[in-house]
Every structure is written in structure tokens, then in C-alpha cells.
């Protein structure tokens, strides 16, 4: 016969399992019913970097389809600073309810985690994978009065040949094209420095006039002096030709291997958003990556739409991570 002290354990322990299961089921319920009436509210989209800049500019044109699809504004935030670390701080302290989402980017999910000595956030934790929304290739250029070269192969036999006197310019340190400058360096073997500039343009300005000799830029910026013939450009740095201009070959095709460093960026919720809206949202960002005015006004900036479920993204993300930390750590890159 049991003791009245183990009938009462018994009973306390099933209330316990009671009232776990009854507050489990109202989670689940208050999840689904977030999800069955969403969006009822405005939704707001964090942008962590300056209005006006590619990232921005992307963001707007996805806001404004994203807001007619799903039937209430999609209105866009900038919180830029810290390499975009500060805008997606804001997001992951955000409520997980699916009204305040964020894209997040190269820097923000797989650089700036090896980069920055402390970070605000833990990139993968902390939120709740979308969907990834653009892949922006670079292409390695140079100056063809300052690096006399007719292929990648051209590069690095004179950069070797010249060691200390070729230079790689860089938008800033951090960026996809100063780890695309320290990785051409390590894979290859060639004499190459990294000068970093404040910003794409003035790095671009001192390329066009010989004061560096060579840059992985991005596609949008580096086309137009390609066709007019001041720069020229030997391979892209995506996995895959870039649409833009296919008949450069990537870089593994023009003989580096392993070498995949390219701009993406791509949209998050907070972690603990519930899953059913997180769906809802990659779902209506692959809607609006289809449109074919979008993917127009995309391509012409140097965006190739890139649209893929979240659990793909999230795949994605943790193959990116690695790949940079490794990088970082084997360039001895660092932040300004």
C-alpha cells in the first residue's frame, strides 16, 4: 500500500504535468492565432545601414511589393553604425510577433562575428531566418596601365614578379572586397596589400587613376568603366556567371579554387517569431522576387534575386560562418 506521502508527490507531480502541457498548449494557441490574423498592424523593416546606399535602396523596393502583397505597410527603418551591428542589435531585442523584421547582411551574419572582438548579438540564436533576398557578385578589375595583365593568371605572375607594388583596394576593412583582396593573397600566393578606402566610389576614383592597381568591386559600380574600357575585368567571385556579365568566368574557372566571397543580404525576424509567420514571409519575398519589374530594376544595380525557403537560408548562413571566420583569422583582418 503507498504511503500518503507518495500519493501526494503523485498528485503534486501530474498537477505539475497538467499545467505544463495547459501552458504549452496556450503558447501554441496564441502562436496560431498571431499567425491566422497577421498582418493586422503595420510591419517595420530595420535597414542597418545609411539611407541612400545599395542595401537601402534594395530594401525600399522589397518594402513596397512586400506592402501590397500582404495587404499593410512594410515601412523601412535605417539604424546604421557598427558595420550594421547596431540596426540588427535592434532587431533581435525586437518582440518575436512578425511586426518588426531586418535585413541582415554579409557583414552582420558572417564577418562581423570573427571581425568585431564583441558582439551585441549571436548571429544565428538570436533570429529567425527568412529568406535570403539578393547575391551581389564582385568582380576582380584592374587597372590595365597600372597592372599590364590579360588574365587572373597575368595578375599573379605580376604580382609576384612585383612583390610590394601591387596594391588591392577595398570600399573599408571588413568588407567582401577586403577579404576577397586577403583570400586572392592566401590562395594564390601572390605580393598583394590591401588598402582600405572610406567607401566604394573614392576607392574606385584611386583605381581609375592608377594609385592602386587592383580591386574586387561590386558588379553595379565596376560595369560601366569595364565598357569603357578603363578597367578590365577577369572573373567574378560568385560559385556560378553572373547574368550580369556572362561571359566572365568565376574564379575557380580562371584557376582559384575555393574561392567564393560575395555580397548577399537577406531577411530575419527575431528569434521565437512563430514559425507560421516566418513561412508566410519567405513565401510573399519569393512572390516579390519574381516580379519581373523587380528583378529588372535589381539586375541594373548589380542584384541578382536570390530568393530560398528558411530553412535553406539558415543552411546557408551556417556554411558562411565558418568560411569567414576562417579568413579573418587567417588574413588578420581587422575592423577600423
Given at each position: 500500500?503507498?504511503?500518503?506521502?507518495?500519493?501526494?508527490?503523485?498528485?503534486?507531480?501530474?498537477l505539475?504535468?497538467?499545467?505544463?502541457?495547459?501552458?504549452?498548449?496556450?503558447v501554441?494557441?496564441?502562436?496560431?492565432?498571431q499567425s491566422?490574423?497577421?498582418?493586422?498592424?503595420?510591419?517595420?523593416?530595420?535597414?542597418?545601414?545609411?539611407?541612400?546606399?545599395s542595401?537601402?535602396v534594395?530594401s525600399r523596393a522589397?518594402?513596397?511589393?512586400?506592402?501590397?502583397?500582404?495587404?499593410?505597410?512594410?515601412v523601412?527603418?535605417?539604424?546604421?553604425?557598427?558595420?550594421?551591428?547596431?540596426?540588427?542589435?535592434?532587431?533581435?531585442?525586437?518582440a518575436?510577433?512578425?511586426?518588426?523584421?531586418?535585413?541582415?547582411?554579409?557583414?552582420?551574419h558572417?564577418?562581423?562575428?570573427?571581425?568585431?572582438?564583441?558582439m551585441?548579438?549571436?548571429?544565428?540564436?538570436?533570429f529567425?531566418?527568412?529568406s535570403?533576398?539578393?547575391?551581389?557578385p564582385?568582380?576582380?578589375?584592374?587597372?590595365?596601365?597600372?597592372?599590364?595583365a590579360?588574365?587572373?593568371?597575368?595578375v599573379?605572375?605580376?604580382?609576384?614578379?612585383?612583390?610590394?607594388?601591387?596594391?588591392c583596394?577595398?570600399?573599408?576593412?571588413?568588407?567582401?572586397?577586403?577579404?576577397?583582396?586577403?583570400?586572392?593573397r592566401?590562395?594564390?600566393?601572390?605580393?598583394i596589400?590591401?588598402?582600405?578606402?572610406?567607401?566604394?566610389?573614392?576607392a574606385?576614383?584611386?583605381?581609375?587613376?592608377?594609385?592602386?592597381?587592383?580591386?574586387?568591386?561590386?558588379?553595379a559600380?565596376a560595369?560601366?568603366?569595364?565598357k569603357?574600357?578603363?578597367?578590365?575585368?577577369?572573373?567574378?567571385?560568385?560559385?556560378?556567371?553572373?547574368?550580369?556579365?556572362?561571359?566572365?568566368?568565376?574564379?575557380?574557372?580562371?584557376?582559384?579554387?575555393d574561392?567564393?566571397?560575395?555580397?548577399?543580404?537577406?531577411?530575419?525576424?527575431?528569434?521565437?517569431?512563430?514559425?507560421?509567420?516566418?513561412?508566410?514571409?519567405?513565401?510573399?519575398?519569393?512572390?516579390?522576387?519574381?516580379?519581373?519589374?523587380?528583378?529588372?530594376?535589381w539586375?541594373?544595380?548589380?542584384?541578382?534575386?536570390?530568393?530560398?525557403?528558411?530553412?535553406?537560408?539558415?543552411?546557408f548562413?551556417?556554411?558562411?560562418?565558418?568560411?569567414?571566420?576562417?579568413?579573418?583569422?587567417?588574413?588578420?583582418?581587422?575592423?577600423?
Amino acid at each position: 500500500m503507498l504511503s500518503a506521502s507518495t500519493l501526494r508527490r503523485r498528485a503534486v507531480n501530474r498537477l505539475g504535468q497538467t499545467v505544463a502541457a495547459l501552458g504549452s498548449a496556450f503558447v501554441v494557441s496564441v502562436a496560431l492565432a498571431q499567425s491566422a490574423g497577421y498582418p493586422s498592424k503595420p510591419i517595420k523593416l530595420i535597414v542597418p545601414f545609411p539611407a541612400g546606399g545599395s542595401v537601402d535602396v534594395t530594401s525600399r523596393a522589397l518594402a513596397q511589393k512586400l506592402s501590397e502583397s500582404l495587404g499593410q505597410q512594410v515601412v523601412v527603418e535605417n539604424r546604421a553604425g557598427a558595420g550594421g551591428n547596431i540596426g540588427m542589435d535592434a532587431l533581435a531585442k525586437s518582440a518575436s510577433d512578425g511586426y518588426t523584421i531586418g535585413m541582415g547582411a554579409l557583414s552582420t551574419h558572417a564577418v562581423n562575428p570573427s571581425l568585431y572582438p564583441k558582439m551585441p548579438f549571436d548571429a544565428v540564436k538570436d533570429f529567425a531566418p527568412i529568406s535570403l533576398v539578393v547575391v551581389t557578385p564582385n568582380v576582380l578589375v584592374v587597372n590595365p596601365t597600372a597592372l599590364p595583365a590579360n588574365d587572373v593568371s597575368g595578375v599573379i605572375d605580376f604580382a609576384k614578379k612585383n612583390a610590394g607594388k601591387v596594391n588591392c583596394a577595398s570600399g573599408s576593412n571588413g568588407s567582401a572586397g577586403h577579404l576577397a583582396c586577403e583570400l586572392f593573397r592566401l590562395q594564390t600566393g601572390a605580393s598583394i596589400t590591401h588598402v582600405p578606402y572610406k567607401g566604394g566610389a573614392p576607392a574606385m576614383t584611386d583605381l581609375l587613376g592608377g594609385q592602386v592597381q587592383m580591386m574586387f568591386d561590386n558588379m553595379a559600380s565596376a560595369l560601366p568603366q569595364i565598357k569603357a574600357g578603363k578597367l578590365k575585368a577577369f572573373a567574378v567571385t560568385t560559385p556560378t556567371r553572373s547574368a550580369l556579365a556572362p561571359d566572365l568566368p568565376t574564379m575557380a574557372q580562371a584557376g582559384v579554387k575555393d574561392f567564393d566571397v560575395f555580397t548577399w543580404w537577406g531577411l530575419f525576424a527575431p528569434a521565437g517569431t512563430p514559425p507560421e509567420i516566418v513561412k508566410r514571409l519567405s513565401a510573399e519575398v519569393g512572390k516579390a522576387l519574381a516580379n519581373a519589374e523587380l528583378k529588372e530594376k535589381w539586375l541594373a544595380t548589380g542584384a541578382e534575386p536570390s530568393p530560398t525557403s528558411p530553412e535553406a537560408f539558415a543552411a546557408f548562413i551556417a556554411k558562411e560562418l565558418p568560411k569567414y571566420a576562417k579568413i579573418v583569422k587567417d588574413s588578420g583582418a581587422k575592423v577600423d
